[in-house]
């Protein structure tokens, strides 16, 4: 599986482009950073690699890639529903029994190290915790492209850093993995780094 982006270029109607030639093989098992300036276009291309829009310029190719998921910015879950619910449903949606669904949210849980509050209510999460959650059930729901936009945005340092050491268990084999980040430490988690601004006027 993989995702190949071929001489990419986008820009909205007549506006400016906001990158082009980008060149680039996504792989599994890999989790890459997608950094650059405010407005240079990483959410865009976020959209494009799910298939949202179409690149103004250049391919993406997806070889292999059935299930697209995504976690933005803001985490949201039902408030009254347990951190453990929101990682077994995927897995239920999935096909997994109810008993062999909670065994894989508990792992899941634990990985993110979400073990200690399984049985707590949504509303009741930190926001270092929800955003971890919103990685697990990301994870749970077993995406082949997992796309993940401003992870640590909303986060303090502290929370930040959480969420961080969390992405770096997200490389799993069978996803490929982007996320979006001005955060230098988010970077540092990950395995690969895209950088628009090296794109912005067509270069490398
Ligand atoms: N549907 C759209 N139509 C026109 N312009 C758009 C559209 N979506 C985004 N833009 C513009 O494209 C530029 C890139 O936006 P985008 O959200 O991809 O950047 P970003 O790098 O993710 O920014 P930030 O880091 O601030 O979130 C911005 O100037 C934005 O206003």
């Given at each position: 599986?993989q ?19 980008l060149?680039q ?15 240079s ?6 959209s494009?690699?799910a ?6 310029q ?9 299930r ?14 347990t951190?453990r ?8 949606a999935r ?9 894989d ?5 634990d990985?993110?190290g ?14 270092g ?11 749970a ?12 945005a909303?986060?303090d ?10 992405l ?13 980040t ?8 990950c395995t ?6 090296d ?6």
């Amino acid at each position: 599986m993989q995702v190949t982006l071929d001489a990419v270029g986008h820009r909205f109607a007549e506006g400016p482009w906001l990158f082009r030639g980008l060149s680039q093989t996504l792989l599994p098992a890999r989790v890459y950073a997608l950094t650059g300036p405010s407005g240079s276009g990483k959410s865009t291309l976020l959209s494009l690699l799910a298939g949202w829009a179409q690149p103004t310029q250049g391919r993406i190719r997806h070889d292999g890639v059935d299930r697209v998921g995504w976690v933005f910015q803001n985490p949201h879950g039902v408030p009254g529903r347990t951190a453990r619910d929101h990682v077994a449903l995927p897995l239920l949606a999935r096909g997994s029994a109810p008993a062999s669904a909670d065994l894989d949210a508990a792992s899941l849980l634990d990985r993110f190290g979400l073990g200690g509050v399984a049985d707590q209510p949504f509303r009741s999460l930190s926001g270092g915790e929800a955003q971890r959650l919103m990685l697990a059930r990301g994870v749970a729901a077993g995406p082949s492209l997992f796309l993940v936009d401003e992870p640590t945005a909303q986060l303090d340092l502290a929370t930040g850093k959480e969420v961080n050491v969390a992405l770096g268990q997200i490389a799993t084999e069978g996803t490929i993995v982007v996320v979006a980040t001005h955060d230098s430490r988010t970077r540092d988690a990950c395995t690969d780094h895209i950088d628009l601004h090296d794109y912005q006027d067509g270069r490398p």
